[in-house]
């Protein structure tokens, strides 16, 4: 009895008090650990990293096949194959270590990024409105926006897992097959801009993934609406763009917008853009800035309609 009433007896908290912005960053933790036990997530990282390898080796391909065109026919798995007709072929993904080269990365990724977003919204805050969490959370000593902010850290976090990790990774091996000597310092910018794609990437999707959490809540409407947003408007905006000649109407196409303010951070040539034409990199701003705003103000409504218990 002496050892069960020790038990029970009231521990007072001998550790240092901190602010609410680290139980962001507890809530951002515990929701990593959670999103990490889905074994789908595995299976779709898996699918990112091929896309990763992909480039890794193919911008290994390039120069090996750059140094060999003084040869008229190399063999390939066996089977002779011009290397002039290769590398044009490659050379359509710029697989160059120049700007093109991370934002097509960055850009093939995305298919495989929105699905892990759809999920990471159902699980980490989809649930807590449907199972009525979130009024627990917010009955402890921080406030709503604290809330958000530990989601979107940890959804960042897995944005940036599959974007702007591998992306450095590539700028790295490109500087280790050119000069390295000269292709670190001449391209450090390339490096910002990458670091910059991810920050865009990071804050627009991350809000975007909670607020459509907290709208529709549960796995397959997220994911119908984020096809519908990413693919469905993908296509519009292409049929839109060729029937009324008119560039603007890409602007409906929200990775686009995404990709157009990834390449000012790469300081690409609007010019050498794909496909053409394309808006302005002003105009594209305005509408990924338009959708933070809608979801700050969206989150703010909500958020604030939950009842907190004391």
């Not at 980490?124 to 958000?148: A, E, M, Q």
């Not at 408007?233 to 409906?252: G, P, V």
């Not at 933070?292 to 989150?299: G, S």
Request: proline share 4%.
């Amino acid at each position: 009895m002496a050892q069960t009433d020790t038990l029970l007896r009231y521990r007072p908290w001998r550790g240092t008090p901190h602010g609410p912005l680290y139980a962001s960053v507890a809530l951002a933790r515990a929701s990593l650990k959670l999103m990490f036990r889905r074994k789908l997530l595995w299976g779709l990282f898996a699918l990112g990293l091929m896309i990763f390898f992909f480039f890794f080796y193919a911008q290994y391909l390039v120069v090996w096949m750059t140094n060999q065109l003084s040869t008229e026919t190399i063999r390939f798995a066996g089977i002779p194959v011009n290397p002039r007709n290769l590398t044009r072929f490659l050379d359509r993904l710029a697989l160059n270590g120049t700007t093109h080269t991370f934002g097509n990365f960055i850009w093939f990724e995305g298919y495989i990024l929105i699905i892990v977003l759809a999920l990471a919204g159902s699980v980490l805050v989809g649930n807590d409105f449907f199972h009525g969490s979130l009024p627990f959370y917010l009955s402890k000593p921080i406030g709503r926006w604290h809330y958000i902010l530990g989601k979107c850290l940890a959804i960042g976090a897995l944005i940036n897992l599959m974007t702007t990790l591998p992306a450095i990774l590539l700028w790295i091996e490109a500087g280790l097959l050119y000069d390295w000597q000269t292709y670190y310092f001449d391209n450090l910018d390339l490096l910002l801009g990458i670091i910059g794609y991810g920050l865009v990437l990071t804050v627009t999707l991350s809000l975007l993934t909670v607020a459509t959490a907290v709208w529709v809540r549960r796995t397959v409407p997220m994911v119908m609406i984020w096809m519908g947003v990413f693919v469905l408007l993908k296509m519009l905006a292409n049929w839109l763009t060729i029937a009324l000649q008119d560039e603007r109407c890409r602007l409906i196409d929200l990775w686009n917008n995404l990709y157009l303010c990834g390449l000012w951070c790469l300081q690409a040539d609007p010019a050498t853009i794909r496909p053409q034409p394309q808006p302005s990199y002003g105009e594209a701003w305005m509408v990924v800035g338009g959708v933070i705003v809608a979801c700050l103000l969206y989150l703010r409504k909500r958020i604030q309609a939950v009842e907190i218990v004391s």
